[in-house]
């Protein structure tokens, strides 16, 4: 298949806009990562996207709108908390679950009774969905591989494969939207993002953390979220988590022999490391890690190493999504060095 590079112009959303009303499917950019989108609403056309992608077609996919009343006609019901964190936090990179209506496909929802929604706030994807439809769309890369950041990770899994791609630039957050249920009592999250759980906590009050968030699933145990149970964010080298101390972390890495590995790491410890480094950005400053993350487990396979050891992020505010996807890119391969934070 020809796959077509459009700009974020009008005329060339219109193309797409016609590419998506004719059953297409189109990367499209989001603040969080590029999407693979498809009319939410056409069945054959989003079952496309697994084929692309070879995503799994037990996990399901998300909603984008583009305008807060277009959630109506998708969900059965929408709660007042939902309605609170929605007036709150769209557009922005927060998705809801919430019952499904009987419009929602079995290839978006997965065969499950809910559906999750969410608004973007990329202008392009906006206009786009205005003069479409809603949008299904997961990340716009090879399922299991490092979610799309820029137009050329797209272009990298994609090209061939779907198709149209929109160039909308580098996406802001970096990591996928924060993913909250609130088709049950207590809301519950069950992927963090750039929206944090601090932030729902203050708007809506109790929000429980599923245990996936940051341990693997149990033998025989049911994802939540049916995206948690599979391999993820994984470039081809090995990722290997080093949690401890500065010293402790410094000392590990300098007496590595292997010619092949490369160190994840913070601004700071550059010059201290006496493996090459690639930076996600300064130790405090969680939401340049989460911008830099994907794009720094891709370089790393362009560079050719084989062993990646990363360093672990603190578990607050967006540092927790950044911490769940580093976990998930090394198989929960974790050492545990001095001054490790088990918790
Ligand atoms: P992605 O599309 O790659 O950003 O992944 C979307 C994530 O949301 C996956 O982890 C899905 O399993 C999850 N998800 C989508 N719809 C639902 C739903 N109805 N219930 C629970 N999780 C969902
Ligand atoms: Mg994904």
């Known amino acids: ?27 499209i950019p989001t603040e969080t990562v590029y999407g693979l989108a498809a009319d939410a609403l056409n069945g054959n056309a989003v079952r496309k996207i697994f084929e692309a992608k070879g995503r799994p077609m037990d996990n399901p996919l998300i909603v984008h709108i583009s305008d807060i009343p277009q959630i ?7 709660p007042e908390k939902a309605k609170i964190l929605a007036e709150k936090f769209w557009p922005g990179p927060l998705t809801i679950i919430l019952p499904k209506s009987e419009v929602i496909p079995d290839e978006v929802s997965a065969g499950l009774d809910t559906v999750a929604i ?10 786009l969905i205005s003069l479409s439809s809603p949008l299904a769309a997961p990340s716009a890369n090879l399922s299991g591989s490092p979610s799309p950041t820029t137009l050329s990770h797209v272009c990298d899994d994609m090209d061939g494969r779907i198709d149209a791609i929109i160039d909308g630039g580098d996406c802001a957050v970096g990591v996928e939207s924060t993913v909250v249920t609130l088709a049950e009592d207590i809301p519950r ?26 341990n693997p699933l149990e033998e025989g145990e049911k994802a939540a979220s049916p995206g948690m149970k599979y391999k993820h964010y994984s470039p081809n080298a090995d990722v290997i988590l080093l949690d401890g101390e500065n010293n402790a972390v410094y000392e590990y890495l300098n007496t590595l022999t292997d010619k092949n590995a490369a160190a994840i790491c913070y601004d700071e410890d550059i010059g201290r490391i006496s493996i090459p480094c690639i930076s996600i950005g300064s130790e405090n400053d969680y939401s340049e890690q989460a911008h830099l993350l994907f794009a720094s487990l891709r370089d790393a396979d362009k560079m050719g190493y084989k062993t990646v050891y990363a360093r672990c992020p603190r578990k607050n505010g967006v540092g927790l999504a ?6 998930r890119a090394a198989g ?12």
């Open 189 to 214: 999250l069950l992927r963090p993002g750039g929206i944090t759980v601090e932030q729902l906590r203050s708007a809506i009050g109790e929000v429980e953390i599923d245990s996936a968030v940051t």
């Open 322 to 327: 950044v911490y769940n996807r580093i976990i």
């Open 118 to 127: 969410r608004f973007p706030s990329h202008k392009t994807t906006q206009k």
């Open 72 to 78: 109506y006609p998708l969900v059965s019901e929408f």
């Open 1 to 27: 298949m020809k796959t077509i590079l459009l700009s974020s112009d009008d005329e060339d959303i219109k193309k797409a806009a016609q590419i998506i009303g004719n059953g297409g499917i189109v990367a």
């Open 332 to 343: 929960f391969n974790i050492i545990y060095l001095e001054g490790a934070d088990k918790g």
